[in-house]
């Protein structure tokens, strides 16, 4: 059970990238920073969050890479540019974790839990029990729960997705909002 005032500095916020953070491209990628389109309140929520967790982590699919839609580098542009941003609005994210792999079957594709055991390597301090994933899909949550995670899911993609559910332990309809509900 998922108790928002018990986090504090000891815990870890996982967060999915296209939906949460920015405007997600239906049936196709951000290739560039042009195209990165901030969520109304993402910037204000970041900064809240940045306060409150010790680690802040991105863990996201980017399938637009091996589909050869765009490369490396323009990924790393993209995040450049949303590090840059998120900075200058006193927010932070720690590291980035991504996957462009085709397979659905790729132990770091999420619902897979490869990108959280990554992260768990790199952070030894990381106890998925003080942590949290916030994504917009219900692969998200999966992957949550494939590495006992709470899991929070952001309804600004799919609103039709049913609460309570199984692998859903908290609703918003924004990152902002989120943050705003475990403000100190």
Known sequence: MLDLKNIN??????????????????DH???NPSEFIFLDGVEEALKI??????LIL??????????KLMTLEDLHNVHTYMIEEITNYNGRIDKIYFCTDLDNASPN?????GMALQAQRDFPQIDFQKSIMVGNKLSDMQFAKNVNMHAVFIA????????PHKLI????????????????
Request: hydrophobic letters at 35%.
């Open 49 to 54: 969050l940045s306060g409150i967790f010790k």
């Open 109 to 113: 594709r999420k619902p897979n839990p």
């Open 9 to 26: 500095n000891s815990w870890t916020l996982f967060l999915d990238r296209d939906g949460v953070i920015n405007v997600e491209k239906k």
């Open 29 to 31: 990628y951000v290739l």
């Open 169 to 184: 332990d908290a609703r918003f309809n924004s990152l902002l909002e989120f943050a705003q509900s475990i403000q100190h």
């Open 58 to 67: 991105i863990v996201s699919n980017q399938r637009g890479v091996a589909k």
């Open 156 to 163: 600004s993609t799919n609103p039709e997705t049913s609460f």
